[in-house]
């Protein structure tokens, strides 16, 4: 398990380091993991018939794109009030999202 543990978190400290250097904001974010080990799985089996281990699991979620450009302005109106029209997506919204995909996808592929 500490093997695989290991090779999950490859160079994340040193990657979350020079991200904070250059400047971008980022997310810690985590949850229980549980997992029961057996007799065979343990180094010291003597008298042991297998335990329940208890791990945090953790990723840092680095924001690599500026949202300071978006609107912060908190609603104007009651919403449960506006049309369903209002939040269906028209062509050029659709054509932005899919640009905007676009291009995250290529920068995880070039990472």
Known sequence: MLDTMTSISGTFNSKLIDSLKSGKCFRIVGDNINFKMGVSQERKSVGKVGH?????????????????????????????????????????????ISNNFSVLSSRVLVE
């Open 52 to 96: 329940i281990q208890h791990w945090f699991g953790s990723a840092a979620i680095v924001q690599n794109v500026n949202f300071q450009a978006m609107d912060n302005n908190i609603p104007h109106c009651d919403l449960r009030l506006l049309l369903t029209e209002t939040f269906i997506i028209c062509e050029e919204e659709l054509q932005e």
